[in-house]
């Protein structure tokens, strides 16, 4: 069956700090992958999206970045962090049937 | 622009009712609808899908209806326990440019009082 696995599960990191977090998946191969955020007291919002190594498409401008070095790997980064960029970060896989399995998430703080 | 609605007020029901939940949208051809559980810090967690050409379908308790001419779905629990309390979310799928465009409501809560 297939696993996603994210890291760290928290963060707390100051405003104009990097940021790199990971999602691995198992059981599968070549999957589309998607980063999704959620921010206190609102909807999941489309970050980017990815159809294998290296294809990267982003659905929102803003300073977070992501890619794709492998084929069940995935990672979202940032090079300066803002205060906005606080949320639960979910990383997803697209299944079958038609629906999205996402992992276990990471919370980010920005102070 | 395209638009999911759900109602962002919680629905309290008693433990053993059935609960309705209503999910609206515009500007949207979808070809799935589906319905997620999320719980308070996990991510969601998918339980139901629809076709655009299905009016119903049900999973044990749940059961899910689809109005493409109303642009909503209706997600009904039945028997309603306290263990299903939780955040529901409906998501409208299409595929776009190959790969599959999952877009998501912000959700209802649910509280099912014992």
């Known amino acids: 069956s297939q696993t996603i696995h994210q890291w760290p599960a928290t963060l707390v990191q100051p405003v104009g700090s990097p940021l790199s977090l990971e999602c691995t998946v198992e059981g599968t191969s070549n999957p589309n992958l998607y980063w999704y955020r959620q921010a206190a007291g609102r909807g999941l919002q489309l970050l980017f999206y990815?159809?294998?190594?290296?294809?990267i498409s982003s659905e929102v401008p803003q300073n977070l970045s992501a890619s794709r070095p492998q084929d069940r790997q995935f990672i979202l980064s940032s090079k300066k962090l803002l205060l906005s960029d606080s949320g639960f970060y979910l990383c997803a896989l697209g299944g079958d049937p038609k629906a999205q399995y996402f992992g276990p998430g990471t919370r980010l703080t920005v102070l | 622009s395209q638009k999911i609605e759900q109602n962002s007020e919680a629905l309290n029901i008693q433990e053993g009712k059935t609960a309705t939940l209503t999910c609206n949208y515009t500007n949207y051809s979808p070809a799935y609808l589906q319905w997620y559980r999320q719980d308070p810090g996990r991510g969601p967690v998918f339980l139901l899908l629809?076709?655009?050409?299905?009016k119903e379908k049900r999973k044990e308790r749940l059961k899910v209806t689809f109005d493409t001419t109303l642009k909503q779905s209706l997600f009904h629990i039945t028997a309603s326990q306290p263990a299903d309390s939780a955040t529901y979310l409906c998501?409208?799928?299409?595929?776009?440019?190959?790969?599959?465009?999952?877009?998501f409501g912000t959700g209802t809560k649910l509280q099912v009082i014992p």
């Open positions: 629809i076709r655009e050409n299905e």
């Open positions: 998501a409208l799928e299409r595929y776009s440019g190959g790969y599959q465009k999952v877009t």
């Open positions: 990815s159809v294998g190594i290296g294809q």
